[in-house]
Nanobody, 123 residues
Framework: QLQLVESGGGLVQPGGSLNLSCAASGFTSANYAIGWFRQAPGKERVGVSCINNGAGSTIYADSVKGRFTISRDNAKNTVYLQMISLKPEDTAVYYC????????????????WGQGTQVTVSS
């Protein structure tokens, strides 16, 4: 059974950091592009970052460039999203997803999704 499980979310103060994990099971995540998306209450799900299935090329949304870093550990079948200098506007449910195309343009390019992990940035 193909599954993605996110973890690492939580409550953090502005300026703090969190490290999200996306653990894959039932398939080899190295064969897929993995994207991170987020969805704030009342808003659409938007792309944050993605990493391709080859050389590990990455893409970041302008809003997170310089603050978020995506990486993958193929031996652990896991993709990470390191987040620093967090802002209140980063508050959202964060989802990881697997697909054949590395893009943050739209969620429709991804076939498999995790359940999400809540990130709240507040003082």
């Amino acid at each position: 059974q193909l599954q993605l499980v996110e973890s690492g979310g939580g409550l953090v103060q502005p300026g703090g950091s969190l490290n999200l994990s996306c653990a894959a099971s039932g398939f080899t995540s190295a064969n897929y592009a993995i994207g991170w998306f987020r969805q704030a209450p009342g808003k659409e799900r938007v792309g944050v970052s993605c990493i391709n299935n080859g050389a590990g090329s990455t893409i970041y949304a302008d809003s997170v460039k310089g603050r978020f870093t995506i990486s993958r550990d193929n031996a652990k079948n896991t993709v990470y999203l390191q987040m620093i200098s967090l802002k209140p506007e980063d508050t959202a449910v964060y989802y990881c997803a697997a697909g054949l195309i590395a893009t943050i343009q739209h969620p429709r390019w991804y076939d498999y999704w995790g359940q999400g992990t809540q990130v709240t940035v507040s003082s």
